[in-house]
């Protein structure tokens, strides 16, 4: 019975260590051997691999895929004009060396995102500190970008490859927040009547403009005018001495005739000798000197 027992208990044994001594490694991970003592530790690759049981060699298995570091909660940075903003951040990393990673972090590979996260948050603390409130906001992309640059370098000396930083949200703390809302609405009001009185200085500017050029135009307009009213006078002047010297008699009547529109058209009570010269070409087609009497012309006008 003791012999029985001591078979199963070596078989027990034989199966522990040999179970501890193989192991497989897959394509998301990559292993790395450290030997008891001082010695170097090994990287392996995929498949199928032996070592020696504990605690002479230890195996530890790093994830090489693309993670993602998402911390809940928020990170607190200043703007250069003393306003306090919540950020979340994102950060996607993979492990592009597996042995510096497993030195450097003192053979724990958890505290490579805590370095990681670290180096995130000292890098947008720069970057916000840079930065107005309003800039900020309006430039999360180029903080983003930013930060990226200043972590890729420190995050490879201890073989960590950073993917990609962005920054997810930013937010205000609650007791701040009423006080930099009232702020940006007081400076969006600003800018807008800036604007508006820009535009109405532009409107005015384009309307005296149009009345300097209007007023040019009438006056050019005018002076045509009068240009082509004086040839006019003037072809009309010499159409009329034209005609008065081909039939004398025939442009007085014409002239007569003319001045009989204007008076009796004006709307007036005239009193006036018949016999007078005005009206002359009435009592004759010729216009022949009035016959009869000396009697002198009265005339009186009332409106």
Do not use: C, W
Not at 49 to 55: A, D, E, G
């Amino acid at each position: 019975m003791n012999r029985i027992i001591a078979l199963v208990v070596a078989v027990v044994v034989v199966l522990f260590v040999g179970s501890s001594m193989m192991f497989v490694v897959d394509e998301r991970h990559a292993g790395v051997i450290s030997q008891h003592g001082e010695g170097a530790p090994e990287i392996v690759l995929p498949g199928l691999h032996f070592k020696l049981p504990p605690p002479f060699q230890t195996l530890t298995l790093i994830d090489t895929r693309t993670l993602t570091l998402d911390e809940p909660g928020s990170d607190r940075f200043s703007t250069s004009d003393k306003n306090d903003v919540l950020v979340n951040t994102v950060i996607k990393y993979r492990v592009a060396d597996p042995l510096k990673l497993f030195e450097s972090n003192e053979k724990n590979t958890q505290t490579a995102q805590e370095r990681l996260a670290a180096l995130a948050r000292t890098a947008l603390s720069a970057a916000f500190t840079k930065r107005t409130l309003s800039d900020a906001l309006g430039e999360q992309q180029d903080i983003s970008t930013e930060a990226r640059k200043i972590v890729e370098q420190p995050a490879a000396a201890f073989g960590v490859e950073l993917v990609d930083l962005q920054l997810t949200r930013i937010d205000f703390p609650p007791a701040v927040a009423d006080s930099v809302y009232k702020r940006m609405i007081a400076a969006r009001q600003q800018a807008a009547a800036e604007e508006r009185a820009k535009g109405t200085a532009d409107a005015d500017a384009v309307k005296a403009d149009a009345d300097r050029q209007q007023q040019a135009i009438l006056a050019d307009a005018y002076k045509e005018a009068q240009t082509v009213k004086g040839e006019g006078d003037a072809q009309a002047a010499s159409i009329a001495a034209e005609a008065y010297g081909v039939d004398p008699q025939f442009y007085q009547f014409y002239q007569s005739l003319e001045a009989y529109k204007k008076t009796f058209g004006a709307g007036d009570v005239m009193v006036v000798d018949p016999n007078s010269d005005f009206f002359r070409f009435m009592r004759s087609p010729n216009g022949g000197a009035p016959s009869g009497t000396d009697a002198t012309p009265e005339l009186a006008r009332k409106r």
